[in-house]
């Protein structure tokens, strides 16, 4: 047995199902400082049915996993360990960031409304931290502000938060630490709280997916963000991966879905369905009342938000789930290419590629090219517009998913069924009749044809 085999127990058993991993963890339960368990994979983890503790319907963590915890006289034990971890952002490139738990976000941690909390926070970063509980109404000493709140836990030291679980909902954690550091680097976790009874502002859902929304700058070819960027990031992702690596979010037709982000990036995402409209039934702060809910089929979430949405996925298909901003779908790639449409780059190719031989021209087409282009890329990097769909390459990357729904989806059933079959005549298709004469302006050609109208701004009337 190798020293990793805790790891690649906990791994398995991760997977398997959450009553093994809580087991594992009860084994040590007399220990003062409840083992960590650790998560190797980027794969979506089954939901962790709760085996202690007051019962609960799971979340499931997208390209992520839920904490096993132990029940100590009463009292939720987690233990989060800071450090730093190798994140695969999707199959082929690798991430060295720093999170919690072997993962970039760390582990969803799940509770029950009136839960008693403990979590132990150990810091293995090489420098402090603390963890900041966004959203939480608990004492002022536990909220997590580095220097306002505490002192920071330094590298190597363990401390302790305790507070109550007292509002239901959607919140996350994070360092206020280094913070602009630390969150670039990937420090952050999805936090959810069960409502302990019926509520009527909480419906009881057939799936309840989360995630959280990030950004990092990574050169291609390069592993490490860079932490000093503001605004301009490259990699748009969501739980740190970037598709084709996010996992679809699977449903049977007809189920009450619960969809739950939170935005930890320095922009805005108007996040957006197809096929299907939802109400907004929920934020950080709490539940929505149901008077000021509305359809919608885009949400924005601005930087520090959360929203939790609702659908019925009364629609079968293969339905595109993604931010809007079109460049947010989209991998890394240097941003200062000029527009290059309607260019003919045929002479000029030939005389580059004597000076570098594995010139390509880019983008006189538009950027399509680039989903299907041969060209090398640096090692570690992803194409900028990829993934391979049953009809071609789907141009994205980024924050993009696909909402699956399937009338044979079994209930707790989350695996990929594959592309949907649509039936027969429900697909667009090619026109085959007569073409349409061309107009005269454009037989005149673009030039001939512009016409501007200019008026001069007249004297003030005024004085
Ligand atoms: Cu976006």
Same mark, same amino acid.
């Given at each position: %047995?190798? !020293? ?18 809580? $087991? ?21 983890a089954?939901p ?30 987690? @233990?989060l360990? $800071? ?10 490139? !690798?991430?060295?960031?720093?999170? +919690? ?18 979590i ?12 900041h ?38 919140f996350? +954690?994070?360092?206020?630490?280094? #913070?602009?550091t ?11 709280? @069960? ?19 990030? $950004? ?83 949400t ?24 809007? *901003?079109?460049? @947010? ?10 527009? %290059? ?8 190719? *030939? ?11 880019m983008? #006189? ?38 909402f699956?729904?399937? !009338? ?5 059933? +989350? ?5 949907? *079959? ?5 697909? $667009?298709?090619? +026109? ?7 107009? !005269? ?9 512009? #016409? ?10 005024? @004085?």
């Amino acid at each position: %047995m190798n !020293k990793l085999s805790r790891r690649d127990f906990m791994k398995w058993s991760s997977i398997a199902g959450g009553a093994v991993a809580t $087991a594992a963890v009860s084994k040590v339960a007399m220990a003062a400082l409840p083992e960590p368990v650790i998560q190797t994979t980027p794969d979506t983890a089954s939901p962790l049915m709760p085996a202690t503790g007051r019962p609960y319907n799971p979340v499931v963590t997208l390209n992520g996993w839920t904490l096993p915890w132990r029940m100590n006289q009463g009292v939720k034990e987690f @233990h989060l360990v $800071a450090e730093p971890v190798v994140r695969e952002m999707a199959p082929g490139m !690798k991430a060295h960031l720093w999170g +919690y738990n072997g993962q970039s976000p760390g582990p969803t941690i799940e509770v029950v409304e009136g839960d008693k909390v403990r979590i132990f926070v150990t810091n293995k970063l090489p420098e402090h931290t603390s963890v900041h509980w966004h959203g939480q109404r608990l004492p002022n000493g536990m909220d997590g502000v580095s220097g306002l709140n505490q002192p920071s836990i330094p590298a190597g030291k363990t401390f302790v938060y305790e507070f109550e679980a007292r509002r239901p909902g959607t919140f996350m +954690y994070h360092p206020h630490a280094d #913070e602009m550091t630390q969150m670039a680097m990937g420090m952050m976790g999805f936090w959810v709280t @069960h409502p302990r009874t019926k509520n009527p502002l909480i419906s009881e859902v057939d799936r309840d997916f989360c995630f959280l929304l990030n $950004a990092y700058d990574i050169d291609p070819g390069s592993y490490t963000p860079k932490i000093m960027t503001m605004l301009d990031f490259n990699l748009w992702t969501w739980n740190s991966r970037i598709f084709p690596g996010i996992s679809p979010l699977c449903v049977r037709k007809n189920d009450r879905v619960r969809i739950r982000f939170g935005n930890l990036t320095m922009t805005n995402h108007p996040i957006h369905i197809h096929g299907h409209e939802f109400e907004v039934t929920g934020t950080d702060g709490g539940p929505v009342p149901k008077s000021a809910r509305w359809p919608e089929v885009t949400t924005d979430v601005a930087v520090g938000q959360m929203r939790q949405i609702e659908l019925i996925a009364d629609e079968e298909g293969d339905w595109a789930f993604h931010c809007h *901003k079109s460049h @947010h779908t989209m991998n890394a790639m240097g941003h200062n290419v000029p527009t %290059m449409i309607g260019v003919d780059h045929s002479g000029i190719t *030939k005389k580059v590629i004597k000076l570098i031989p594995d010139y390509m021209a880019m983008s #006189e087409r538009g950027m399509a090219d680039m989903a299907e282009m041969e060209m090398p890329l640096p090692d570690n990097t992803i194409p900028m517009m990829t993934g391979a769909g049953p009809y071609g390459s789907v141009e994205m990357g980024g924050m993009f998913s696909v909402f699956k729904v399937r !009338k044979d989806q079994k209930p707790s059933d +989350y695996s990929d069924p594959g592309w949907f *079959k649509q039936p027969p005549n429900t697909q $667009a298709f090619e +026109y085959k009749g007569p073409e349409i004469p061309a107009a !005269k302006a454009v037989e005149k050609g673009p030039a001939a044809s512009i #016409e501007m109208k200019v008026r001069k701004p007249s004297s003030h009337s005024g @004085h």
